[in-house]
């Protein structure tokens, strides 16, 4: 039994990690898939999008210090398929605490083991902070694929440029040999603009393949249904948005269902 884990990282914010990483964990269980939804980030928006409570203790923050098994975290949501680890917190000064333990960018690895090994969830979806620190990349070190959301801006290449190599450095000095970029998601496009054409080019140029080819509109629907507790999937069903979401969680599933082959590491093939 295959598990994929994969994480939602960009150390920039606001660039639509968790919308995405909330959307496709609902597009892929809507899909009959079994999925876990972890949140690593203090600020707990993933925790708050799915209707869950911020309770103290609920977090990864007693496992990835070891005191307490991951799996009785898991909480189930109201979504049919998806169960979700939330975050609190709290968990900002695990930041701290795990810092001080030995194999600190392990930690997340470890205590995700036995859920991994249980084969209970074919996909685990990790929604990063917006930072390279501690628990992205523990993140990094748990993960088997990283999608790299995006926003069409200027300074959008710039950031591709630190996370891609932080992949590549993680993976080459063997801290995590599997891990790999699976794809960058382009969000908040809106096509009308000059500058969202450019930066699709240039992402393009630079990736090739490894760009997602559904990008992620700009709708004022994604930002209202996390004020219901519902993903875009159930909030507006019918949306473009959710459309959209669905079309890249179909191609997320193409990439990375786990007997696929994927894409090859330079991404420039086909291009
Ligand atoms: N496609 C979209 N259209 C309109 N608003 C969006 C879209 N995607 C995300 N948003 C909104 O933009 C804001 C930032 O999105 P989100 O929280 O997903 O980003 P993030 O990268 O997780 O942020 P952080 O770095 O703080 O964790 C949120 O208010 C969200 O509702
Ligand atoms: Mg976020």
Redesign the pocket.
């Given at each position: 039994m295959n598990t994929r884990t994969i994480a939602f990282a960009?150390q920039?914010?606001?660039?639509?990690?968790?919308?995405?990483a909330v959307s496709i964990a609902a597009c892929l269980a809507e899909n009959g898939k079994r999925v876990l939804l972890v949140d690593l980030?203090p600020?707990a928006?993933a925790t708050s999008a799915l209707g869950l409570q911020k309770l103290e203790g609920g977090s990864v923050y007693q496992s990835l210090l070891g005191t307490a098994p991951l799996a009785a975290s898991i909480q189930p949501t109201a979504f049919e398929n998806l169960s979700m680890i939330p975050s609190e917190v709290d968990l900002a000064v695990a930041e701290v605490d795990v810092a001080r333990t030995e194999n600190y960018l392990h930690r997340f690895r470890l205590a995700l083991q036995p859920i991994h090994d249980s084969g209970q969830f074919d996909f685990i979806i990790v929604?990063c902070?917006?930072s390279l620190g501690i628990l992205t990349m523990n993140a990094l070190g748990a993960a088997d694929r990283v999608i790299v959301?995006i926003q069409c801006e200027y300074f959008a290449l710039e950031g591709l440029a630190v996370i891609t190599r932080v992949i590549q450095q993680i993976r080459d000095s063997g801290a995590n040999p599997v891990l790999e970029l699976s794809g960058i998601v382009m969000?908040?496009y809106d096509g009308r603009t000059n500058l969202a054409q450019q930066v699709l080019a240039e992402v393009k140029k630079h990736f090739g393949m490894k760009l997602y080819k559904m990008a992620?509109?700009?709708?004022?629907r994604?930002?209202e249904a996390?004020s219901f507790g519902k993903p875009i999937t159930k909030y507006d069903g019918g949306s473009y948005?959710a459309w959209a979401y669905r079309q890249l969680a179909e191609e997320i599933l193409e990439r990375e269902s786990p007997n696929s082959e994927g894409v090859g590491v330079a991404g420039k093939e086909g291009n």
């Open positions: 960009n920039k914010g606001g660039v639509g990690k968790t919308t995405t980030d600020q928006n929604d902070p917006p959301p969000t908040m992620i509109p700009r709708t004022v994604l930002a996390p948005a």
